[in-house]
């Protein structure tokens, strides 16, 4: 039995694919298990699996004919073995090193999660680097919401996901802000650690680029589930109303800042200014988007009002009272 079970789910990622395997391979922490769950990939993506479990006994394959991420990664839960539990994007890489860090502070602290930061690689640009604190352990309950969503920047103990029955909600897109929302939660010792040995790869064909530029109905129907189902358990789980708002905060910055108001120009680069003004005012005069807005406490929070600056929306629509039920 492995320490760190490794989750990858595996799409159409033929062009990234070895370099993801490549640098996990290289791993200077070797207690690992590789779990490539396969997704009815269209390319030569399960040839260069094949060719990599062939090489090295630590890889093994699965194939999920059940479209999604969710889905995939789902399996890769079922089948893991390991103490701890990681996830990485079959289009990203990791430095040689990053396991190390975040295996030796789990077995140092037995923490539920260890965080750490990542570097976003826009195609054909320098990487972007995201740090977090120095190493630390989150004891205050607020500051554990200032942690990014990303899950493939963590580790897991595979008891406490077990314990608390998660899983990745299947048939949407965004489940990673339903599970990070979750998991912190409900998590009892949380690290993170400095360094950014994750890359990220901004790939214009992956599931979130493709999402927000061909399929916008589907976006909008996916943050509404997710937005619900973290509502519900906010109701079954959180008596405290200051909470709430901090709760409702974190919701709010990922579903609605960062992906309805989303101006990355590698993905509206061919959508002008007026059709992105005219799209964000009609989402503002929903109900659903109304609710959102009010959750918010603006007051010195320059994050937000920057956004909203950015976006060029103009809030006029948005009622004095909050008409939402949460």
């Given at each position: 039995?492995?320490?760190?079970?490794?989750?990858?789910?595996?799409?159409?990622?033929?062009?990234?694919?070895p370099?993801?395997?490549?640098?996990?391979?290289a791993?200077t922490?070797t207690?690992?298990?590789i779990?490539?769950?396969e997704?009815?990939s269209?390319?030569?993506s399960?040839?260069?699996l094949?060719?990599?479990?062939?090489?090295?006994?630590r890889?093994?394959?699965y194939h999920q004919?059940?479209p999604?991420?969710?889905?995939?990664?789902n399996?890769?839960?079922?089948?893991?073995?390991?103490?701890?539990?990681?996830?990485?994007?079959?289009?990203?890489?990791i430095?040689?090193?990053?396991y190390?860090q975040?295996?030796?502070?789990?077995q140092?602290?037995?923490?539920?999660?260890?965080?750490?930061?990542?570097?976003?690689?826009f195609?054909?640009?320098l990487?972007?680097?995201?740090?977090?604190?120095?190493?630390?352990?989150?004891?205050?309950?607020t500051?554990?919401?200032?942690?990014?969503?990303?899950?493939?920047?963590?580790i897991?103990?595979?008891e406490?996901?077990?314990?608390h029955?998660f899983h990745f909600?299947?048939?949407?897109?965004?489940?990673?802000?339903l599970?990070?929302?979750k998991?912190?939660?409900?998590a009892?010792?949380?690290?993170t650690?400095?360094g950014?040995?994750?890359?990220?790869?901004?790939?214009p064909?992956?599931?979130?680029?493709?999402s927000?530029t061909?399929?916008?109905k589907?976006?909008?129907y996916?943050?509404?589930?997710?937005?619900?189902?973290?509502q519900d358990?906010?109701?079954?789980?959180e008596p405290?109303?200051?909470?709430k708002?901090?709760l409702?905060?974190f919701?709010?910055?990922?579903?609605?800042?960062?992906?309805?108001?989303?101006?990355?120009?590698s993905?509206?680069?061919?959508?002008?200014?007026?059709?992105?003004?005219?799209?964000?005012?009609?989402?503002?005069?929903?109900?659903?988007?109304?609710?959102?807005?009010?959750?918010i406490n603006?007051?010195?929070?320059w994050?937000?009002?920057?956004?909203?600056?950015?976006?060029?929306i103009?809030?006029?629509?948005?009622?004095?009272?909050?008409?939402?039920?949460?």
């Amino acid at each position: 039995m492995a320490f760190l079970s490794i989750i990858i789910p595996v799409y159409n990622t033929a062009e990234f694919l070895p370099k993801c395997l490549d640098s996990i391979l290289a791993q200077t922490f070797t207690d690992i298990e590789i779990i490539c769950v396969e997704n009815n990939s269209t390319d030569s993506s399960p040839q260069i699996l094949q060719h990599y479990a062939q090489k090295d006994s630590r890889i093994r394959l699965y194939h999920q004919p059940t479209p999604g991420q969710s889905a995939a990664r789902n399996m890769g839960l079922q089948y893991a073995t390991g103490q701890y539990i990681g996830f990485v994007d079959s289009d990203d890489a990791i430095d040689s090193h990053y396991y190390q860090q975040l295996c030796q502070a789990a077995q140092k602290t037995a923490a539920d999660i260890i965080c750490t930061g990542c570097q976003t690689v826009f195609i054909g640009a320098l990487p972007v680097p995201v740090y977090y604190l120095p190493y630390t352990l989150c004891q205050d309950w607020t500051k554990r919401w200032q942690i990014d969503i990303a899950v493939w920047a963590k580790i897991y103990k595979k008891e406490f996901l077990q314990t608390h029955r998660f899983h990745f909600m299947p048939g949407v897109i965004w489940e990673d802000v339903l599970w990070t929302f979750k998991t912190l939660y409900k998590a009892h010792k949380i690290i993170t650690l400095p360094g950014n040995g994750y890359f990220y790869t901004r790939n214009p064909a992956g599931t979130m680029a493709l999402s927000k530029t061909k399929n916008r109905k589907y976006t909008l129907y996916s943050i509404k589930t997710v937005y619900q189902a973290a509502q519900d358990f906010i109701t079954q789980n959180e008596p405290s109303f200051s909470r709430k708002k901090i709760l409702n905060e974190f919701l709010i910055k990922y579903l609605f800042f960062d992906s309805v108001l989303q101006d990355d120009p590698s993905l509206i680069k061919n959508t002008s200014w007026l059709t992105r003004w005219k799209r964000n005012r009609n989402l503002l005069l929903q109900k659903h988007y109304l609710c959102c807005l009010q959750q918010i406490n603006y007051h010195n929070n320059w994050y937000y009002v920057l956004r909203l600056l950015g976006t060029k929306i103009r809030l006029w629509k948005v009622p004095a009272k909050n008409p939402c039920n949460f």
